[in-house]
């Protein structure tokens, strides 16, 4: 099914403090953001009009924006604002939201301190990362060729544009053999990730996941480890080898986009959705929600 060209859609952008005509928000081709990706961005979804952890969210984007050595012009609480008013100006409840800051255009070379530092808010109709047949079912993960590098490589903890360059290959590399996505092992043979979102393992009442030294920490993957320590779960955060996938039952991945989706197949191994993904799909789809205040 054809979809719109996402610069061809109508609505509004949030752009450097004004609303825009979705069309209209532009930027020239000399920008230093899209030559040397100093960009940052993050990624959100609306459930019910309300932005979940939007705080979180917004004070990562500043982080990361410090990270890559440069000041977002604008405060937690006036992005969070703008992050409003996007879905109230475009008629969304239920939404994925993209803000994002990068260095502009006054000069073209490596150093940039000079540039202008611009941001932008968008938000449109983005339903699960996963179609429904493919997370009921579980999807199938095939392994990335390339690896999280080193701490001391990249800036890890930033959600930095460049960073997601060997994602967009694996990803490719993966939907080329016809798998949903690809699960890629950090510098040292460890697994890290998947190209967009964190992974868990379960045996029993026990899950198991990598411990986030080299890539990010995401606020779904923090928030989801709460929900299953509420439902009775054991979470370990430790270096896990590839060999080790042997020894687990079921496995999921989590993310912004991805939400919550449970995983049948990694390689070679393969699992069953089953009581835990279940729990945790259901858990964390309670939890998005904006909660109402109590009946008088």
Same mark, same amino acid.
């Given at each position: ?23 209209d /928000? ?25 932005? &979940? ?5 917004? @004070?990562?984007?500043? =982080? ?5 050595? &440069?000041?977002?012009?604008?405060s /937690?609480?006036?992005i ?7 879905? %109230? ?19 073209? %070379? ?8 611009h ?8 339903? %699960?990362?996963?179609s ?8 199938r ?18 959600? /930095? ?11 490719? !590399? /993966?939907?080329?053999?016809?798998? +949903?996505?690809?699960?890629m092992?950090?510098?040292?043979g460890?697994?890290?990730? !998947?190209?967009? =979102? ?8 026990? #899950? ?6 080299? &890539? ?7 928030t989801? #480890?709460?929900? +299953?320590? !509420? ?7 430790r ?8 020894? &687990?039952? @079921? ?5 912004? +986009?991805a ?8 390689g070679?191994y %393969? ?21 109402? =205040? =109590?009946a008088?």
């Amino acid at each position: 099914m054809a979809t719109v060209p996402m610069d061809q859609r109508d609505g509004w952008i949030w752009y450097n403090g004004e609303m825009v005509p979705w069309k209209d /928000a532009k930027l020239h081709v000399l920008t230093h953001g899209l030559h040397y990706a100093s960009s940052v961005f993050e990624g959100q979804r609306a459930y019910g009009g309300e932005v &979940f952890k939007l705080r979180e969210h917004t @004070e990562r984007l500043i =982080a990361s924006g410090k990270t890559l050595d &440069f000041t977002i012009p604008f405060s /937690a609480d006036e992005i969070d604002e703008a992050c409003r008013e996007v879905l %109230s100006k475009n008629n969304l409840v239920d939404a994925y939201m993209r803000p994002i800051a990068w260095r502009g255009s006054e000069t073209i %070379s490596v150093p940039a301190r000079d540039n202008k530092v611009h941001v932008a808010i968008a938000a449109w109709v983005w339903p %699960s990362y996963f179609s429904t047949e493919e997370r009921l079912k579980g999807i199938r993960l095939c392994w990335a060729d390339w690896k999280r590098p080193s701490p001391e490589t990249i800036p890890c903890k930033a959600k /930095a544009a460049g960073l997601y360059m060997i994602c967009t290959l694996s990803k490719h !590399a /993966a939907m080329d053999k016809g798998y +949903a996505d690809a699960l890629m092992l950090d510098y040292r043979g460890y697994v890290a990730e !998947a190209t967009g =979102a964190n992974v868990f393992f379960v045996k029993g009442k026990e #899950i198991t996941t990598p411990t986030p030294d080299c &890539f990010l920490d995401g606020i779904t993957r923090r928030t989801v #480890i709460g929900l +299953a320590k !509420a439902a009775g779960y054991t979470v370990t955060e430790r270096h896990i080898k590839p060999e080790e996938l042997t020894q &687990f039952d @079921e496995c999921f991945l989590t993310g912004t +986009a991805a939400e919550v989706t449970p995983v049948s197949e990694v390689g070679e191994y %393969s699992f069953t959705p089953g009581e835990a993904c279940r729990t945790l799909v259901e858990a964390y789809m309670a939890e998005v929600q904006p909660k109402q =205040a =109590a009946a008088e």
